[in-house]
């Protein structure tokens, strides 16, 4: 790799086919999500490896709720045993972790855990890892638009203050750079609510591997391909 590659700051992973990969081996879907815990290590440590600064990955969508009830309560305590087992491994990388997304929906126990991940690692400074849960980006905007609208109403901020960087601010992103390149693993080609404001310019991944079986080698060559794009942010060159 030369040295004048160049490196995203910010890479967002749509985590898809947990369950396919699962169910291809026959076993049960929440046996997938558990397979996908080895593969998010793997991201982080190519991800420092490679000097990105920032991976957020799409873990629990607003969507999810709606997944069986043995799934959806597999997926919380797999969220508990993960951050209480990943902790220390992430203080010692300099990873930071935190989250994006409603957090308030999940269980008092969920929550705990996920605020005891984040003041932990508050002091990472290799990589900042963030978590989308309980995340849509529909979610999202709306609440942005509600904390704008609230500040106009007590007669904080004027209408023709509201601009690009006003609505960024209102985002659960506030102070990430957006993401330069979007990874979906499984082949399938959608964003599906996932930061469809800060992925505006990013560029798009969709390799066909299963999550499960996602390693450094794919990010290594997700970052080759991006290295390989011509991103011109609606310029000529
Ligand atoms: C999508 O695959 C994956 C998910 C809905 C869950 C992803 C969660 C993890 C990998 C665990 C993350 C853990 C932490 C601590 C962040 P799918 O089930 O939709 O796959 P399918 O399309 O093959 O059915």
């Known amino acids: 790799m030369s040295d004048s590659k160049r490196i995203p700051q ?96 999940f269980s008092d126990k969920v929550q705990a855990h996920l605020a005891q991940a984040e003041e932990l690692t508050a002091g990472g400074d290799k990589l900042t890892l963030t978590l989308a849960l309980n995340y849509s980006s529909r979610d999202e905007i709306t609440r942005a638009v509600r904390k704008i609208a609230a500040r106009a109403a007590a007669g904080e901020l004027a209408p023709e203050q509201i601009d690009e960087a006003a609505v960024s601010r209102a985002l659960d992103t506030a102070g990430c750079p957006d993401p330069d390149l979007v990874i979906r693993t499984s082949g399938e080609c959608r964003l599906s609510n996932f930061l469809l404001w800060q992925a505006s310019y990013a560029e798009l991944w969709f390799p066909q591997v299963l999550w499960p079986d996602f390693t450094e080698e794919e990010f290594d060559r997700a970052l080759d391909e991006y290295a390989r794009r011509d991103r011109r942010f609606g310029l000529v060159k």
């Open 10 to 105: 910010h890479v967002a992973i749509i985590m898809d086919g947990n369950g396919r990969w699962a169910e291809l081996r026959g076993r049960q879907r929440y046996e997938g999500h558990a397979a996908g815990i080895e593969p998010i290590r793997a991201s982080a440590r190519a991800a420092i490896r490679h000097g990105v600064g920032y991976l957020t990955l799409y873990a629990f969508s607003t969507e999810n709720w709606g997944r069986p009830a043995q799934e959806v309560d597999a997926l919380m305590e797999l969220f508990c045993q993960s951050v209480i087992h990943e902790t220390p491994d992430m203080q010692r990388q300099g990873i930071r972790i935190r989250t994006i997304g409603d957090c308030s929906r």
